[in-house]
């Protein structure tokens, strides 16, 4: 790097260091020495201009004689303050460091990238502490304190500044009454009927983004009865404050002079649809070609519309000679969005040419293309160290049978194998084909009343095959069929089910090293035996984080899954009966029956710094029943991963206290019929869309005491504690929102197979050894979050 003169900011080391290659220190010492001088200057007090100082933060102070609750009040006037002060960590400020290396002028393009990279200096010169105070001063008054004021203090060192606001502060106003007090009796009928659901509630403080919302809250209200052009602004609330009990009452009225159009209920006249609009040439000439479908004026000759214009109409609510309503505005237009054939909708409103208060709807609608096709190529990467490629061909077409039907044809294949290992030889390989139909309603033998939801429900029919090679063990065939229902209630909460679901697969093929391992395993030689399951499934899922700017977000996800209930039933009515001594076959293969629950909850804390705490517990419990002595192997639970215990290779935990082989099993690891899971996690930026994160995994699959298998240790509630894994790690992560790559480098701190006084190998840890990394060090590549 040239030096420059006349730099104000510069870091304090004097020369740069010269390293000698046969140097005492050795390379490690001079990389600790190199990371110590590099902390240092990051700590360090740049050189800044005479008589500056660098600009630390601001502290608020809250004084009063009456008793308040200054912590909320606090982080309002704290929202005020300004400017935010250079990012520091752990006392360092590495961004600030940066954009001094690069001095005044860069002069290449590494100064230039340090520049970008880095922070300028705020200094306390660019501190406006009286304009601060009035702010904050008026925040305060906007939630009821309308006397307070702030004074601020500047408290300087050597090199910094930092500015304290003290605001004098009294307890907030409250609520004392509402009146309505509205002119038009229409309007005001509407509003008082609903005056329950008011957000203005006497006995609370007074604040003034409620008196907004409330505003926008009976505007929504009128607009849902016809009010279409009414405002929000035309709502005022007189306040009357009174010193003596500090309350305020408050009268809703109208404002005066507000347009006649305003206060006129509109119904709803003709309803146009365009399903081929386009943006770029708008029509500006009407169309000759138009067809009547249910009171509703399609345009267009009917041959050239891609989707029946009766399959339209099922998402469109605004219906001719109806009342306005928002709600079915908004209705009509996320259905018809939902539906996935178009790139746009608007639905724009005109005064009828004809009848005085009505509405005349158009509802424009872009196509997309027909058909897509997409092909995907990766390489997937486990932490058993098998890796290989992975395809995937798809050709999805929008509108099969002119019906909005979703029709996506698929054909996958794999290949993996175990790079190193005793199983370097060992590998696998599959194709799967797979063809999959949704329809854009429910398709069930009983009718069903529409809802108001502003999603479409699906029903979605799948049949798919897998032929799986697996190396010096077996050939699987699988063949699935599956008809399902999806509907979602509102944007956090959906719902799915499978009344039926039906796999059949077959094994060929099995070598000698196959059959002694079963031989051996005989809990693994029915979890194989039993592969033709023919039952349903339902799974509810609840998910805050489509809710944006929520600080605490939850999600909740519970599946529950049972099978061969209705064979087994024919069967007793026909004078049989199952049991796992003796099943019963369906097509000359054993049928499973079992039942299945589990359950993931979750919960995200957001910082203001956009970092994030999550959390996850997961617990499932399956039993085998009836015609099953085992559960299938596809069904069983299995621990370690990385999206489950990162610190354990893929599949390897459990049941119980059994140690797995991973090393000579490959492919063929052990599940269980219980698992519990905990994960905790703390997500932090570092550059950009590089991000990073501390994570401790817990958790273990358990048999059931009534499951034949001897393999480990059953589940036991006085028990379950001491025999969890446990690892933590840390990850970086390439997220740039569409596309999130991890790496998750994680350790065990608990082994559950060892012995019951020395499952903690914290004390073991050795990162300097070679051997315990490589025993011990577990390397997770993965797409997406873990949770």
Known sequence: MKSKSNIPYKTNFNSPLGVRGNSPLGVGGYIFFLLCLLLSSCSSKMQLPKSEKLYIGAVVKLESTEKVHKGIIKSIAEEAVRPIPNKSYFGMRPKLWLYTMAGEEPFNKFETWLRKTGEAPVLISNVKPAATASIIDAK??????????????????????????????????????????????????????????????????????????????????????????????????????????????????????????????????????????????????????????????????????????NVILQSVYLKKNELYSRQNHNITLNRLMSMGNFKFVQVKFSDSDTVSGFLDATILMTPMTNYTFRAELDVVTKSNNYTGPRMNLSVLNRNTFKGAELLIVNMAGSFEAQLSGINKNLYSYSWNPQAELTFPRFLVPFSIKPTKSIYVPKTVFSVSYNFLKRANYFDMNTFQFKYGLKWKENIKTEHELNPVNISYSSIANESDAFTALLTSNPFLRKSYEEQFIAGGSYSFMYNEQVVPLKKIQFYFHATAETAGNAFSLIKIIGGEK????????????????????????????????????????????????????????????????????????????????YLQDVANIGFLQSGGDIKLETNAEYRFGIYRFIKGALFVDAGNVWLQKSNPSSIGTPFAFSGFMNELAVGAGFGLRVDVSFFVLRFDLAMPLRKPWLAENNRWVINQIDLGNSAWRKDNLILNIAIGYPF
Request: hydrophobic letters at 35%; zero cysteines.
């Open 578 to 657: 199952p049991t796992p001594e003796n099943p019963s076959k369906i097509i000359g293969a054993i049928y499973s029956q079992y039942a299945k629950l589990s359950v993931d909850v979750r919960a995200y804390y957001n910082f203001e710094d956009n970092n994030k705490l999550a959390v996850r517990f997961f617990a499932g419990v399956a039993s085998s029943y009836g015609n099953s002595a085992t559960l299938p192997y596809s069904k069983q639970f299995f621990g370690g991963g990385p999206n489950s215990v990162r610190a354990f290779q893929i599949n390897s935990l459990g049941p119980g206290t």
């Open 140 to 309: 305060l008054f906007n939630i009821g304190i309308f006397n307070s004021y702030t004074q601020y203090k500047i408290v300087e060192k050597k090199h910094t500044a930092k500015v304290i606001y003290t605001s004098y502060i009294h307890k907030p106003y409250i609520v004392k009454n509402l009146i309505y007090s509205i002119s038009d009796d229409s309007i005001s009928r509407i509003i008082l009927t609903d005056k329950k659901n008011s957000l203005i509630k006497p006995g609370e403080d007074y604040n003034l983004e409620l008196l907004q919302f409330e505003r926008i809250r009976i505007d929504n209200l009128l607009k849902n009865n016809g009010y279409y052009y009414f405002n929000p602004e035309y709502l005022l609330f007189k306040a009357d404050s009174s010193v003596v009990d500090h309350s305020v009452s408050f009268k809703l009225t109208l404002k005066d002079n507000i347009p006649q159009d305003a206060l006129r209920v509109y119904h709803i006249h003709n309803v146009y649809v365009n399903q081929n609009y386009s943006l770029r040439r708008q029509q500006t000439d009407s169309i000759r070609d138009t067809i009547m479908v249910q009171n509703t004026v399609f345009q267009g000759n009917r041959s050239e519309m891609n989707i029946r214009p």
